[in-house]
Every structure is written in C-alpha cells, then in structure tokens.
C-alpha cells in the first residue's frame, strides 16, 4: 500500500542535542511537507519541497534543517538551535497542482529531557 | 491575524445530534477549501474536498464555502462517537503556491454515547 512512513513514533532529545526524523513515501509525490503542531496552534509549516535537491523555508523555519537529495525521503534535523522543541511532527505529501490535498504520515512526537 | 481562523472549541455534543464546524478566512485568492479529521496521536486525514461556493455532500457530511464572506463549514449529520476527533480546515490560493496549505487551528470535537 502508499503512504507516507514517519519513524522514530516518540523520540526523547536531550539539551543541546541534534535530532533527525524521518519521512519516507511510496506514492511518487513530488512536494513533501513538515509540519509541527502544538495545542491550540493548529499546523505551522516548518519547511517544504517541491522537487529533488529544492527546498523553502515556512513560517517557523529557525533552528530546523532539511534536505532532499531523493524523492521519496524529506527528512527533518532538529537541531540545537531550536529552543521550545517539544511537539508532534507531521510529514506531508503530495502531487502536482494547488487543488490536491496532502497525505500525511502518523507523526512523531519529539520531547525534550 | 491568521490567515486562517478556527474556534479550538472544544464542543462536545450527544451521539446523533447535528454538528456545525467553521472556518474564516481573511485572503481571497484562496480557492480551495478542505476538512481534514484527525484522530488523536495520528496524522490528519482528507475528509472533503471543495472548489467553488456552494455545498458538497457525502453520505454524513456536506461541506459548505461561502467566499462572497469567506466562510467555510462542515456539517455532521446522525454524529457518531466514532466521528469523535479534532477536525482542521485547510484552503490553498493555487497558482505558484504548489499545493501549500495554510490550516486552521482544529476544532476538537466529542460526540457523547
């Protein structure tokens, strides 16, 4: 089946540490999306990818990273920059053209210890 | 102000009872308009889709867009528990946007036995 897999589920970080989560798809979808999500915000979109090797900064960009060097695979780097990172990270997919809707992966929850 | 406005809630209504979710939108170059449901700790799921003011149907659900005063809706009919879930609003301008959402805080919803 297609989709989108997000993986590590929970991942703990502790003070001053890097972290990567990881976005993969199957569904030969040319934009991918990071999106971070915390109670009562609604989905604030980190960065976003509309082809191989290209990427954008969205509204809240400071203190992540990301690279697309293949298709299938967005991955996101938390890194120690990022001062309030705890929150559930969802990966996002989808094809050509402004009217498609996204298929989003099952998340990851980030804490920091 | 958000692009995108969206009561949090919560609401909690009894099982059958008629929800009504809304959305407000301040852009007008926004065309397309989208419910996604989202279980809890899960990623955000398309329900319906809509281009054009007016009302589109199915089965329990009947989306509803009003761009003459940028509002959109979503209607439950015979709500269920398993309708239970946190219901986001999506729109997209289109053209050189490629597809990126801007979403609305969510609504969490609860639907009593």
Known sequence: ???ITQSPKYLFRKEGQNVTLSCEQNLNHDAMYWYRQDPGQGLRLIYYSQIVNDFQ???IAEGYSVSR???ESFPLTVTSAQKNPTAFYLCASSPPGARNGYTFGSGTRLTVV | QKEVEQDPGPLSVPEGAIVSLNCTYSNSAFQYFMWY???SRKGPELLMYTY???NKEDGRFTAQVDKSSKYISLFIRDSQPSDSATYLCATNAGGTSYGKLTFGQGTILTVHP
């Open chain 1, 57 to 59: 900064k969205g509204d």
């Open chain 1, 69 to 71: 060097e293949k298709k």
């Open chain 1, 1 to 3: 089946d297609g989709g």
């Open chain 2, 37 to 39: 449901r989202q279980y």
């Open chain 2, 52 to 54: 054009s003011s007016g």
